[in-house]
Nanobody, 135 residues
Framework: QVPLVESGGGLVQPGGSLRLSCAASGFTLDYYAIIWFRQAPGKEREGVSC????????AYADSVMGRFTISRDNAKNTVYLQMNSLKPEDTGVYSCAAGPHRAVPRTGWRGEAMCGLNPYEYNVWGQGTQVTVSS
């Protein structure tokens, strides 16, 4: 049983929108920080947005601030990433991950969510979903 299952990726034109879902199975997200990472071909994995389940606070990388929105549906045990005004540079495999809350300084991010940016801090992962932004 895969603990986190992402869905919602696809091909979209620049300026378009997608909503990614990250559904948890077999455990509750209540006590975790949840982060969305993305990895473009030939590039390192980078965090784009995270959410603290403890208080619902959120945080975003500057590159997606104002365009992406992270949210959670407690009843569905699911976290979403609404992506608007997509750009070709948003292309990549998007993965969600859950891990312990950590209050760490972040450069190039805004928001109060307690989440680290190192993938090694997260021990529960999904399989990823491809997002391609192209005309």
């Amino acid at each position: 049983q895969v603990p986190l299952v992402e869905s919602g990726g696809g091909l979209v034109q620049p300026g378009g929108s997608l909503r990614l879902s990250c559904a948890a199975s077999g455990f509750t997200l209540d006590y975790y920080a949840i982060i969305w990472f993305r990895q473009a071909p030939g590039k390192e994995r980078e965090g784009v947005s995270c959410l603290s389940s403890s208080d619902g606070s959120t945080a975003y990388a500057d590159s997606v601030m104002g365009r992406f929105t992270i949210s959670r549906d407690n009843a569905k045990n699911t976290v979403y990433l609404q992506m608007n005004s997509l750009k070709p540079e948003d292309t990549g495999v998007y993965s969600c991950a859950a891990g312990p809350h950590r209050a760490v300084p972040r450069t190039g991010w805004r928001g109060e969510a307690m989440c680290g940016l190192n993938p090694y801090e997260y021990n529960v992962w999904g399989q990823g979903t491809q997002v391609t932004v192209s005309s």
